[in-house]
């Protein structure tokens, strides 16, 4: 047996993969690529998996990653920013992506948009399995108790990543703006 398959069948072993073995630093998700294939983000309640990659497919979208549903950042300017920007209604299908289980992101969508008029899809990644897949996540051990994800917003058409935003400081609240964002 080969090295790389020995390695490969070592990795398989721990449900990790090589992907996630880097010489360099890592590498961010970028313009041009595709968001991951996999069943792993939750919707509502834990049996209602979505895979993100299909459910956009081809069409134009923005997806947004915040490091904690229910946090002051997060929940008073962060969503609420792009729930009342006028423009919303251009960015396509809309998904906020929290690394928390999907009984959190329901109660906190209700919280935000009670009659989800904003049509704003909000999903858990309890895992941060997702996040993890666009090397998006920071250790928050320290303050939430667990892996995190990066303060984001990723512009998708056409299936592929059409624009990053990604606060250099994992939690602030700049280049991922609504406002920045959506004009």
Known sequence: MSSPAIFRKVISQFNVSSRSFHSSYRALIKVGEKLPNIDVLVEDSPGNKVNLSKIV???????IGIPAAFSPSCSNSHIPGYIRHPKLKNAGQVFVIAVNDPFVTK??????????????????????????????????????????????????????????????????????????VLG
């Open 107 to 180: 109660a906190w969508a209700d919280s935000l948009d009670p009659k989800r008029l904003s049509n704003i899809r909000f999903l858990g990644d309890p895992t941060a399995k997702f996040t993890e897949a666009l090397d998006l996540t920071f250790d928050g051990h320290a303050m939430f108790g667990g892996p995190r994800s990066k303060r984001y917003a990723l512009e998708i058409e056409g299936g592929e990543v059409k624009a990053v935003h990604i606060e250099p400081d994992n939690t602030g609240l700049d280049v991922s703006a609504a406002e920045k």
């Open 57 to 63: 497919g081809n069409d134009k979208a923005l997806v």
